[in-house]
T-cell receptor, first 111, second 113 residues
């Protein structure tokens, strides 16, 4: 069974631009969560989607948004990028109950 | 200026030793706990989990202990191998917010051959 797939693996963007990251969950998993990982703050929860509905949201500004499609695939978008948005963005999926299974992330660098 | 990174605790062991990684969690209402291993360039990999109605759970070469009185979680790795070298994170969860984990800062485990 294929794991969680995140694309692209690496991204370089300029301040002020926007970016869209993609996540394909494990087949059959309906819950998708997103996390931001930085050296300064560690792993922080962004949001969770289940059956196309946002179920939980972390403490991030409105520039961070996401959505989930009917096939459970998910995207997250960051608008008006700031230098501090440079991070590893991780997607995780589950059947609904835990555990979460993570992808290898998208490394975003904002210059 | 440069942001200050987390100063992760480190644990250095010899191959074949047993390793114990500790974690203090913050929320007494947390009812589910999980350990992840993260190798360089990869996402966190599930190791073992435990619910708050248990105080011990064993897997293959790993044991998780939960002490709710002092809000403490530990991961024991038996016969540690060089391939176990990684950053280990504990995480907690409350109720049915299954996708919302609160992670600890992590511990760097280095296993010397």
């Amino acid at each position: 069974k294929a794991g969680v797939t995140q694309t692209p693996r690496y991204l370089i963007k300029t301040r002020g631009q926007q970016v869209t990251l993609s996540c394909s969950p494990i087949s059959g998993h309906r819950s998708v969560s997103w996390y931001q990982q930085t050296p300064g703050q560690g792993l922080q929860f962004l949001f969770e989607y289940f059956s196309e509905t946002q179920r939980n949201k972390g403490n991030f500004p409105g520039r961070f948004s996401g959505r989930q499609f009917s096939n459970s695939r998910s995207e997250m978008n960051v608008s008006t990028l700031e230098l501090g948005d440079s991070a590893l963005y991780l997607c995780a999926s589950s059947l609904g109950p835990p555990p979460l299974h993570f992808g290898n992330g998208t490394r975003l660098t904002v210059t | 200026g440069e942001s200050v990174g987390l100063h992760l605790p480190t644990l250095s062991v010899q191959e074949g030793d047993n390793s114990i990684i500790n974690c203090a969690y913050s929320n007494s209402a947390s009812d589910y706990f999980i350990w992840y291993k993260q190798e360089s360039g990869k996402g966190p990999q599930f190791i073992i989990d435990i619910r708050s109605n248990m105080d011990k759970r064993q897997g293959q070469r790993v044991t998780v202990l939960l002490n709710k009185t002092v809000k403490h979680l530990s991961l024991q790795i038996a016969a540690t191998q060089p391939g176990d070298s990684a950053v280990y994170f504990c995480a907690e969860n409350i109720g049915t917010s299954y996708g919302k984990l609160t992670f600890g800062q992590g511990t760097i485990l280095t296993v010397h051959p």
